[in-house]
């Protein structure tokens, strides 16, 4: 009798990821439309989970007379490992398919896919990758390039420092 309800689950599964493809690829269709120049790409597709892109920006100059004196930049927290039990629940179903015979061939290949990861990743659930640290590094160089006014002398070394730090503490904390 369990047999059926794993069948289930498995499809329940493919159809979830179908969808969340349409999804995707609706989304991105949007993109194209609005934004011509743009080509459809599945990497786009990932939302949240998607990178940083830096591409070239063209600030708008401060009115006459003023200068930038200070920046707050409000931005997330940079490529991560995977975080939550989206790892841990997927081997699971896929191990409990495979012990009631339940895979096909391409089954088996994914659920020895899945353990690799879950191997290469434990201990490691939402720790910033060396990606997202240079993501950071990167945010800094260019507010540093944009904004040089603010970021001069001891400004400059203290947040190069802070920025150090910032990227330690997030490594360890999350």
Excluded at 3 to 27: F, Q
Excluded at 35 to 41: G, M, T
Excluded at 120 to 144: F, I, P, V, W, Y
Aim: proline share 4%.
């Amino acid at each position: 009798m369990k047999m059926p309800s794993i069948v289930m689950r498995i499809k329940t599964i493919k159809r979830l990821a179908i969808a969340w493809w349409l999804v995707s690829v609706a989304v991105n269709f949007g993109i194209a439309f609005e934004q011509p120049d743009r080509v459809l790409e599945v990497e786009r597709s990932a939302s949240v989970y998607h990178s940083y892109e830096f591409s070239e920006i063209d600030d708008t100059p401060p009115p006459k007379g003023f200068k930038p004196f200070y920046v707050s930049h409000y931005g997330r927290h940079g490529s991560r490992r995977l975080t939550g039990t989206f790892v841990a629940d997927t081997l699971s179903s896929l191990e409990k398919a495979e012990a009631a015979d339940g895979l096909t061939e391409a089954g088996k290949a994914l659920l020895a896919d899945v353990r690799r990861i879950a191997d290469a990743h434990e201990d490691m659930s939402g720790q910033l990758t060396e990606r997202g640290a240079q993501e950071h590094r990167t945010l800094a160089r260019r507010m540093a390039a944009r904004f040089p006014g603010v970021f001069v002398g001891a400004r400059r070394e203290l947040a190069a420092i802070l920025g150090e730090i910032c990227l330690k503490k997030c490594s360890e904390n999350y």
